[in-house]
């Protein structure tokens, strides 16, 4: 069965043939893993949208510190099953001092799939209802929507939308830190929508 190489030895030989046969057998699961992985990570994405602007656009002045400074409506749709909630985190990734928060909601409902133009703060941030979703802490430090306001150029914002497997058991007001937290361990899906504005 196995051929004699000169100045060899066949136990040589078949230590080399078993060894291509290992390697094969480890490598094979391995890339199919992978690409359940892909599979996975491409099924496990929200899609979010506006109709205030295109996901890369110009996000109108009206939703910004030169206008009306209201938070635009999103959008978004299914998400997996086992989704209890939603958070969203509305970021500047261009701020002179890092990313600054603009908007933080978590606790939304698991059966919203939008969120209305100007989305009002309830009260002193205690919601109406159960259904109402809860408002955090941006990076001024307010509790509620901060529109777009960069101190020159253009930035860019970020709406991230997360579906998790529980309410977070936060309380209204916390800051982006404390919903992460809360989140760990808990995501099942995330999209992204990014719009552009410039004074």
Known sequence: MFKKVPGGDILVTMKRYF???????????????NTEATEAAVANTLLITSDAFANGGSI???????????SPALAWGEPPA??????????????????WVHWLLYNIPADT???????PV??????????????GKNSW???GYGGPCPPSGTHRYVFTLYALDEMTGLLPGANKGEVLKGMEGHIL???????TFSK
């Open 19 to 33: 060894l291509l046969i290992f390697i094969l057998i480890t490598l094979v699961p391995a890339c199919t893993s």
């Open 60 to 70: 109108p002045a009206k939703y910004t510190c030169v206008g009306r400074d209201i």
């Open 82 to 99: 086992g989704t209890q909630s939603f958070a969203l985190i509305m970021e500047d990734l261009d701020a002179p001092v890092g990313i």
């Open 113 to 119: 799939r939008s969120l209305a133009e100007a989305l």
């Open 122 to 135: 309830t009260g002193k941030n205690v919601p109406e209802s159960q259904g109402s979703p809860f408002v």
């Open 141 to 143: 430090g307010d509790i």
């Open 189 to 195: 899906a995330q999209g992204e929508l990014m719009g």
